[in-house]
C-alpha cells in the first residue's frame, strides 16, 4: 500500500521562484492537510480541505496556495519563494466525516530550502 | 482558538525508569486526541487515539495515556523506558482541524 505520497523529497528554490509540492493518497480519505515543521514549533497547519473542492485556511497559510480537484491529490503552491519558507514540509490525509477520531497518516515530507 | 500544549520540549530518562510527557489541550479543542511519534528524518506514527470509550487508552510500544477533562490533560506514560523510545511525541488534538504541540525529545540514557 502506498498510503500518502509526498514528491519531491527535497528541494532547493531559490528566492521569488514558485514550485508546488505534491501530495497523493490511495486511501480514499476525505480529509487532507498540509504542516510545516520547524525546529521548536512542532507542526503547525498550513491549508486542510474536508472533501474534494472545499479548502480551508490553517495557522500559517499566508505565502501557500492549494486546491483539492480530486479525492486523491492536495497540492500545495509556493508562488513566491522566501526564505521563511525553509522548512520540512508534511502531508496527512484521514477519514472524514462519519468516522470520528480516525488518525492521520502522514507522508514522509519534503524537505525545502529557499536561498 | 484551539491550543494544544507539551509541557518540555526535552526529558531525558534512565533506561528501565518511568516516561512522562505530558500533554494539555485548550477546552475549544474537540475531544479527538493523538499522541504521534517521529523518529529521526521520518514522518510521524500513530501511538494512540483517545476514542471516547475509555479515559485509559492504550497504544504501541508499551504506551498509554490517560484522558482527564477536568484537568483538560492527556499525559502520555510507559512504565519502562527502552534506548528504543527515543525520538520526538507530538500531541494533536482536534477534528476536521488538527492542532499539533510542539514535540516533546525524548532521550533515554544507558
Known amino acids: 500500500n502506498a498510503g500518502v505520497t509526498q514528491t519531491p523529497k527535497f528541494q532547493v528554490l531559490k528566492t521569488g521562484q514558485s514550485m508546488t509540492l505534491q501530495c497523493a493518497q490511495d486511501?480514499?480519505?476525505?480529509?487532507m492537510s498540509w504542516y510545516r515543521q520547524d525546529p521548536g514549533m512542532g507542526l503547525r497547519l498550513i491549508h486542510y480541505s474536508v472533501g474534494a473542492g472545499i479548502t480551508d485556511q490553517g495557522e500559517v497559510p499566508n505565502g501557500y496556495n492549494v486546491s483539492r480537484s480530486t479525492t486523491e491529490d492536495f497540492p500545495l503552491r509556493l508562488l513566491s519563494a522566501a526564505p521563511s519558507q525553509t522548512s520540512v514540509y508534511f502531508c496527512?490525509?484521514?477519514?472524514?466525516?462519519?468516522?470520528?477520531?480516525?488518525?492521520?497518516?502522514f507522508g514522509q515530507g519534503t524537505r525545502l530550502t529557499v536561498v | 482558538a484551539q491550543s494544544v500544549t507539551q509541557l518540555g520540549s526535552h526529558v531525558s530518562v534512565s533506561e528501565g525508569a518511568l516516561v512522562l510527557l505530558r500533554c494539555n489541550y485548550s477546552?475549544?479543542?474537540?475531544?479527538?486526541l493523538f499522541w504521534y511519534v517521529q523518529y529521526p528524518n521520518q514522518g510521524l506514527q500513530l501511538l494512540l487515539k483517545?476514542?471516547?470509550?475509555?479515559?485509559l487508552v492504550k497504544g504501541i510500544n508499551g504506551f498509554e495515556a490517560e484522558f482527564k477533562k477536568s484537568e483538560t490533560s492527556f499525559h502520555l506514560t510507559k512504565p519502562s523506558a527502552h534506548m528504543s523510545d527515543a525520538a520526538e511525541y507530538f500531541c494533536?488534538?482536534?477534528?476536521?482541524?488538527?492542532?499539533f504541540g510542539t514535540g516533546t525529545k525524548l532521550q533515554v540514557i544507558p
Open positions: 483517545y476514542t471516547s470509550a475509555a479515559t
Open positions: 496527512a490525509s484521514r477519514r472524514g466525516q462519519g468516522a470520528l477520531n480516525t488518525e492521520a497518516f
Open positions: 494533536a488534538g482536534g477534528y476536521q482541524k488538527v492542532t
Open positions: 477546552s475549544s479543542v474537540p475531544p479527538y
Open positions: 486511501m480514499n480519505h476525505e480529509y
